[in-house]
């Protein structure tokens, strides 16, 4: 067997063996194969795709070529959420100390910002002292003593998909099915889960615009999931404007803060009471979504949600001082109002257009090593169907960097579309897939 050889079958739009997959993977992980071979691998995949069959394996190739983290020892079904990534989607901030709070184990390897979808782990360091890069003993211990834990992928953890993905990120070949289920599957499953939650993203900030390429990967994801005895169950979610009204690392924090405090910020709450009732069913702690959500929203009513967090904070090392008193976090050097040019309603929010305009305020990266500036931002001061007046606010930016205020100003000002007829959002969940199949998503 040769690298050659597999990479030409699979060009031919043949499927692979796994003893195939096996060699190329593992000789990439040993170093024996070079990167140019899996380059030339990856974009074979990327146009020839890979059968159900194939993708499981592939799956199972690279979740084995690390450490599947036991917590066994913690009693309860531990249950985690992934979302595909989104704009100013911080919902994992709200949501792991709400489920904890309900009972259920949350254990939560997270990624960085990706393009430009911002990343919980960046989030999470806009808290001062937050560490992110625990030891997978450092990691069992919180996740026994507090119920949660939250960290970024280890070197133990998918080493293949650790290597893979850096090279699929500067060779073009993300946006492929099979190839992002067995990245995001494989991490999940090393996290010692006993089901999942998905949150697929759909819509202009999302990798997947299409809806129908979002059920695609939703489905590919569950039925993984699922084939691996975990109990997964996926959203597919609008992603046409952001989430919430903050884009920016501490923004973001801030916004999950209040909203642990009772602030009732609706996309948010509502996408994060659903995941989360979604969780506390798949743990065993509510018969069904709707009695899920009925017990997230008593944890939040009666502060045991902020008071896990802050218990999360201080485990992982933080200054749980900015989560009381967030009003004390250094402001960014400058801020500069957007105001709306016309009177109307607001139909459209440019999500894709806000994300990039949040990197070069200094929200995320354009290159892996960019350090990223936490204070960095856009507040928004309205969302789709709000009816403004022309020179009213619709936006404010944070930022650092001086020279790049006014290039931004135009492109937020820009992301906006008014009518003069009132609009209304697209629905924010779209529809639930899990072993049964598809279907529209309501709450009973
Ligand atoms: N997130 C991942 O972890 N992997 C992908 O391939 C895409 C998004």
Same mark, same amino acid.
């Given at each position: 067997?040769?690298?050659?050889?597999?990479?030409?079958?699979?060009?031919?739009?043949?499927?692979?063996?796994?003893?195939?997959?096996?060699?190329?993977?593992?000789?990439?992980?040993?170093?024996?194969?070079?990167?140019?071979?899996?380059?030339?691998?990856?974009?074979?995949?990327?146009?020839?795709?890979?059968?159900?069959?194939?993708?499981?394996?592939?799956?199972?190739?690279?979740?084995?070529?690390?450490?599947?983290?036991?917590?066994?020892?913690?009693?309860?079904?531990?249950?985690?959420?992934?979302?595909?990534?989104?704009?100013?989607?911080?919902?994992?901030?709200?949501?792991?100390?709400?489920?904890?709070?309900?009972?259920?184990?949350?254990?939560?390897?997270?990624?960085?910002?990706?393009?430009?979808?911002?990343?919980?782990?960046?989030?999470?360091?806009?808290?001062?002292?937050?560490?992110?890069?625990?030891?997978?003993?450092?990691?069992?211990?919180?996740?026994?003593?507090?119920?949660?834990?939250?960290?970024?992928?280890?070197?133990?953890?998918?080493?293949?998909?650790?290597?893979?993905?850096?090279?699929?990120?500067?060779?073009?070949?993300?946006?492929?099915?099979?190839?992002?289920?067995?990245?995001?599957?494989?991490?999940?499953?090393? =996290? %010692? #889960? !006993?089901?999942?939650?998905?949150?697929?993203? /759909? &819509? @202009?900030?999302?990798?997947?615009?299409?809806?129908?390429?979002?059920?695609?990967?939703?489905?590919?994801?569950?039925?993984?999931?699922?084939?691996?005895?975990?109990?997964?169950?996926?959203?597919?979610?609008?992603?046409?404007?952001?989430?919430?009204?903050?884009?920016?690392?501490?923004?973001?924090?801030?916004?999950?803060?209040?909203?642990?405090?009772?602030?009732?910020?609706?996309?948010?709450?509502?996408?994060?009471?659903?995941?989360?009732?979604?969780?506390?069913?798949?743990?065993?702690?509510?018969?069904?979504?709707? =009695? %899920? #959500? !009925?017990?997230?929203?008593?944890?939040?009513? /009666? &502060? @045991?949600?902020?008071?896990?967090?802050?218990?999360?904070?201080?485990?992982?090392?933080?200054?749980?001082?900015?989560?009381?008193?967030?009003?004390?976090?250094?402001?960014?050097?400058?801020?500069?109002?957007?105001?709306?040019?016309?009177?109307?309603?607001?139909?459209?929010?440019?999500?894709?257009?806000?994300?990039?305009?949040?990197?070069?305020?200094?929200?995320?990266?354009?290159?892996?090593?960019?350090?990223?500036?936490?204070?960095?931002?856009?507040?928004?001061?309205?969302?789709?169907?709000?009816?403004?007046?022309?020179?009213?606010?619709?936006?404010?930016?944070?930022?650092?960097?001086?020279?790049?205020?006014?290039?931004?100003?135009?492109?937020?000002?820009?992301?906006?579309?008014?009518?003069?007829?009132?609009?209304?959002?697209?629905?924010?969940?779209?529809?639930?897939?899990?072993?049964?199949?598809?279907?529209?998503?309501?709450?009973?």
């Amino acid at each position: 067997m040769t690298a050659n050889e597999i990479i030409r079958k699979k060009r031919e739009g043949n499927s692979l063996t796994s003893e195939e997959m096996q060699f190329l993977l593992l000789g990439y992980v040993n170093g024996e194969i070079p990167d140019y071979q899996i380059s030339a691998f990856l974009m074979a995949v990327f146009f020839r795709g890979m059968n159900t069959e194939e993708t499981v394996e592939f799956t199972r190739l690279m979740l084995h070529s690390g450490v599947v983290v036991d917590l066994s020892a913690i009693s309860g079904k531990k249950v985690d959420k992934h979302s595909t990534g989104g704009v100013g989607d911080k919902i994992s901030l709200p949501l792991a100390p709400i489920v904890a709070a309900c009972g259920v184990p949350v254990p939560m390897i997270s990624g960085r910002g990706l393009g430009h979808t911002g990343g919980t782990l960046d989030k999470l360091e806009a808290i001062p002292g937050f560490d992110v890069n625990l030891t997978i003993d450092e990691y069992k211990k919180v996740i026994a003593e507090t119920g949660l834990v939250m960290i970024g992928q280890t070197k133990e953890i998918a080493p293949a998909d650790k290597k893979m993905y850096a090279l699929r990120d500067v060779t073009s070949t993300v946006e492929c099915i099979p190839l992002i289920a067995g990245s995001i599957m494989s991490k999940k499953l090393a =996290e %010692g #889960i !006993d089901a999942l939650v998905l949150d697929i993203k /759909t &819509g @202009r900030g999302a990798f997947m615009q299409s809806y129908e390429r979002s059920l695609e990967l939703a489905q590919t994801l569950v039925s993984i999931g699922n084939k691996f005895g975990k109990e997964t169950v996926g959203f597919i979610t609008d992603m046409n404007q952001p989430l919430g009204y903050a884009i920016g690392n501490w923004l973001e924090t801030k916004e999950s803060i209040d909203c642990l405090r009772g602030e009732h910020i609706p996309d948010v709450m509502e996408l994060t009471y659903v995941l989360g009732g979604a969780m506390v069913m798949l743990g065993g702690k509510a018969d069904s979504i709707e =009695e %899920g #959500i !009925d017990r997230c929203k008593e944890v939040v009513e /009666t &502060g @045991r949600a902020f008071n896990k967090f802050v218990e999360l904070v201080k485990a992982q090392g933080g200054d749980s001082k900015f989560l009381l008193h967030p009003e004390k976090y250094p402001p960014a050097k400058y801020s500069e109002i957007i105001s709306s040019r016309e009177d109307g309603f607001i139909s459209e929010i440019d999500s894709l257009e806000l994300g990039l305009s949040g990197i070069t305020l200094g929200a995320g990266r354009t290159k892996v090593d960019d350090v990223i500036d936490p204070k960095a931002g856009i507040l928004l001061k309205k969302k789709i169907g709000d009816k403004v007046k022309k020179g009213e606010q619709i936006a404010e930016i944070f930022t650092d960097k001086e020279s790049v205020i006014p290039e931004v100003k135009k492109r937020v000002e820009s992301a906006y579309t008014f009518s003069s007829a009132q609009t209304f959002p697209a629905k924010l969940i779209h529809a639930v897939v899990d072993k049964n199949g598809v279907r529209e998503f309501s709450i009973h």
